[in-house]
């Protein structure tokens, strides 16, 4: 069963105890791999805990350079590996503009979603809200197009950094 977005949506609260994300996180990801039969190994684990390092996105190579400070042998196709799977089992997104990548907080499998990038703090918050996915495939076919894959990135202000900008 999918978990529910609401049960697990961890928004990034100013004071928030972020190890509850952590944990459901990697609850939601053993859970999501056992399902698939997919196997979580050391370092993909490792990878998507440093990815939950925060709820702002991360590059691959800051992930290479994290590993590398924790004495392993790390290369970057060990790190793309990881996070190709990472991004297959539907446990991280990748945001384009930024060409970085975010834990998913209710990770189902994959799926489209909307992101909320604070443009002050740079925490991401995953936005998942069917009727946008639906309406954007909806306009696209009435343009004759079939929709592959949908990134949309938005840019603002949180609720946290609104609250210290006030
Ligand atoms: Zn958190
Ligand atoms: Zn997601
Ligand atoms: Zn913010």
Redesign the pocket.
Known sequence: MPDSPAALS?A?HAG?D?RD?VRAALDAAERQCGRNGARLTAVRKRVLELVWDS?APVGAYALLDALKAEGQNAAPPTVYRALDFLLDQGLVHRLERLNAYVGCPHPMGPHSAQFLICQSCGQVLELEDPAIGAAIRAGAERLGFLVSRQTIEVEGLCQACRIQTA
């Open positions: 961890p990034p928030h972020h994300c709820h």
